[in-house]
């Protein structure tokens, strides 16, 4: 079974500044989907960003990119520039397998200070 | 697009009593999904269809959970007999579902406590 560990139970960053969250998973596939979810205070989860493990290449999606190391098994996300909006729960999320279903780790709680 | 909707948001029951929970996807989306999430952990995947066909359940799914997509539309998750442990936020997902890997849009979610 599939497995995510998210070791950073809560972070804070000042506005402005740039932080990194960790995630390392655990599978034996090959092919597989890496997700960050963002969960708002009261608000709903909303993706930030995708990444095949078939690409080489790296995510970005505006101030958010990720460090894909499939060799570690580890999918952190780089937040630049952080705003007071960034503040929520940081969620990295697994798919493959042949199976549709999202895997979650536990979570990252991020405050952003002004 | 209006997004996931949820409804109720909140719902408090007695245990053993019977609770329906609905879910409004994305306009035609295929793919509807249901997770439970608990205090301080992340969603935890319970079914999903594509159209009316429920085609994979979690474990974590008891035989007092139901959850129904009688029309490939809107979805219901029924608890019967809640007990205090079905605490929880229960979420419901959309996805296109030209691929199985497309991505996941979520509602706000229904917040049950069971006293």
């Known amino acids: 079974a599939q497995t995510v560990t998210q070791s950073q139970p809560e972070m804070s960053v000042q506005e402005a500044e740039t932080v990194t969250l960790s995630c390392t998973y655990d599978?034996?596939?090959?092919?597989?989907?890496l997700f960050w979810y963002k969960q708002p205070p009261s608000r709903q989860m909303i993706l930030v960003i995708r990444?095949?493990?078939?690409?080489?290449q790296n995510a970005t999606e505006n101030r958010f990119s990720v460090n894909f190391q499939k060799a570690a098994k580890s999918f952190s996300l780089k937040i630049s520039d952080s705003q007071l909006g960034d503040t929520a729960m940081y969620f990295c999320?697994?798919?493959?397998?042949?199976?549709?279903?999202?895997?979650f780790g536990k979570g990252t709680k991020l405050t952003v200070n002004p | 697009d209006t997004g996931v909707s949820q409804d109720p948001r909140h719902k408090i029951t007695k245990r053993g009593q019977n609770v329906t929970f609905r879910c409004d996807p994305i306009?035609?989306?295929?793919?509807l999904y249901w997770y439970r999430q608990t205090l301080g952990q992340g969603p935890e995947f319970l079914t999903y269809?594509?159209?009316?066909?429920?085609?994979?359940k979690s474990r974590l799914l008891s035989d007092r959970f139901s959850a129904e997509r009688p029309k490939g539309s809107f979805s219901t998750l029924e608890i019967q007999r809640t007990e205090q442990g079905d605490s929880a936020m229960y979420l419901c997902?959309?996805?296109?579902?030209?691929?199985?890997?497309?991505?996941?849009?979520f509602g706000p979610g229904t917040r049950l406590t069971v006293l």
């Open positions: 997902a959309s996805s296109e579902g030209v691929r199985g890997t497309d991505t996941q849009y």
């Open positions: 599978t034996s596939e090959n092919n597989y989907y």
């Open positions: 269809f594509q159209n009316e066909a429920q085609l994979e």
């Open positions: 999320a697994f798919m493959g397998g042949g199976s549709e279903k999202l895997v």
């Open positions: 306009s035609e989306h295929n793919r």
């Open positions: 990444q095949e493990a078939y690409k080489q």
